[in-house]
């Protein structure tokens, strides 16, 4: 079947592009959302012609196509990865929010710890600056309270509620996640670290330093910044 939106086939070149990146023996970290999920299928397809990888999800959806496409699994204990394949709601120089699924907490424990981390995206995520909304993951009875820690730093968190359930999105960890607008972010550094100090935070949506290469599919290929 033909794809129809440009956007499709953008995810799918950068998805495909990133998981030839992948050498055999490689352990790899899954990332999570539609452009990493073209990378897992292409992994699949490269171990049913030979290739020897171990994933490690970022999480359950992750987990879940894997196991689907004959990716074989393994974990952060067990072992280091050496690439981790991974999508992005906005990229500016290199610094990414990212948490559109909500996994991005997983999603940054196993990215810092890979060896090399690849970003995928389509041609819509480069942005001159970041200034897409932080997600926040915060334990439930911290939320008022890290509400109050976001609005002194200059953002504006919105509770992000559920689709076809009552209540917000519960991440695979148990928490709820503040969308937090902070308009331009003119210091993804320094605004990461205030994040980090709020009592309650678990894991915020600012990968700051993290990404070694960013795979943007475009309507005629695969640019890599
Ligand atoms: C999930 C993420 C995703 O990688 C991000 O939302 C991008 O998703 P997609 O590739 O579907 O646009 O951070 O928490």
Same mark, same amino acid.
């Given at each position: 079947m033909?794809e129809s939106?440009?956007? *499709?086939a953008q995810?799918r070149?950068?998805?495909?592009?990133? @998981?030839g990146? &992948?050498? +055999?023996g =490689?352990? $790899?970290g899954? /990332?999570t959302g539609?452009?990493?999920a073209?990378a897992?299928?292409?992994l699949?397809?490269?171990?049913?012609?030979?290739?020897?990888?171990?994933g490690?999800?970022?999480?359950?959806?992750?987990?879940r196509l894997?196991?689907?496409?004959?990716v074989?699994l393994?974990?952060? *204990?067990a072992?280091?990865?050496?690439?981790?394949?991974?999508? @992005?709601?906005? &990229?500016? +120089?290199? =610094?990414? $929010?990212?948490g /559109?699924?909500?996994?991005?907490?997983?999603?940054?424990v196993?990215?810092a710890?890979?060896?090399r981390?690849?970003v995928?995206?389509?041609?819509?995520?480069p942005?001159?600056?970041?200034?897409?909304?932080v997600?926040?993951?915060a334990?439930?009875?911290?939320?008022?309270?890290?509400?109050?820690?976001v609005?002194?730093?200059?953002?504006?968190?919105?509770?992000r509620?559920?689709?076809?359930?009552d209540g917000?999105?519960?991440?695979d960890?148990?928490?709820p996640v503040?969308?937090?607008?902070?308009?331009?972010?003119?210091?993804?550094?320094a605004?990461?670290?205030?994040?980090?100090g709020?009592?309650?935070v678990?894991?915020?949506g600012?990968?700051?330093?993290l990404?070694?290469?960013?795979?943007?599919?475009?309507?005629?290929?695969?640019?890599?910044?």
């Open positions: 033909e939106g440009g956007t *499709e995810k070149r950068a998805g495909e592009s990133a @998981a990146v &992948v050498d +055999d =490689d352990v $790899v899954l /990332g539609s452009t990493a073209a897992i299928r292409e699949g397809r490269r171990v049913e012609s030979g290739l020897d990888v171990r490690v999800p970022t999480s359950h959806g992750a987990r894997a196991r689907e496409v004959g074989p393994t974990t952060l *204990e072992a280091t990865p050496d690439v981790a394949v991974d999508g @992005a709601d906005q &990229v500016a +120089d290199g =610094d990414l $929010v990212k /559109g699924g909500a996994a991005h907490t997983r999603e940054k196993v990215d710890a890979a060896d981390f690849v995928v995206v389509d041609a819509g995520k942005a001159p600056a970041l200034d897409h909304p997600p926040v993951e334990l439930a009875d911290a939320v008022p309270a890290v509400e109050r820690r609005e002194t730093l200059g953002g504006a968190p919105t509770l509620a559920a689709e076809r359930k917000p999105v519960i991440t960890n148990g928490n503040l969308d937090c607008d902070f308009g331009v972010v003119d210091d993804p550094r605004l990461a670290a205030a994040l980090d709020i009592p309650g678990v894991g915020h600012l990968f700051v330093g990404a070694d290469e960013v795979h943007v599919g475009t309507d005629d290929g695969v640019e890599v910044r």
